[in-house]
Structure formats: C-alpha cells, structure tokens
C-alpha cells in the first residue's frame, strides 16, 4: 500500500514539474516573440518540440 501511495505521489510530482516546465516556456515564447527574438522564438520552440 505505502509503495502504490509512494509511486503515484512521485507520477503526481513528474507531471507537476512536466505542466510547470510547460507553462515557463509559454511564457518565455511569449515574450520573446514580444520582443521579435526570432532566433530565441526558434530555439525555444525546439525546446517545445522536445517536452512534447
């Protein structure tokens, strides 16, 4: 039982900090494209592609 409550508070944490690492990239996206950063806007999309 403490294993299964273990593993399923560990999944819970991973997808937390995947949607966390998710939305500070938006945000970053979002302002480089702001700022007309092409070539960040390119190299943070890769990185978009990349947690997907």
Known sequence: MLNRTSREAKIAALQTHRENLQKNLQR???????????ALV????????YLR
């Not at 996206?29 to 700022?35: D, S, T």
């Not at 190299?43 to 592609?49: I, R, V």
């Open 28 to 38: 970053r996206l979002e302002i480089a494209r702001e700022r007309g950063d092409e």
């Open 42 to 49: 390119r190299m943070l999309e890769a990185e978009a592609s």
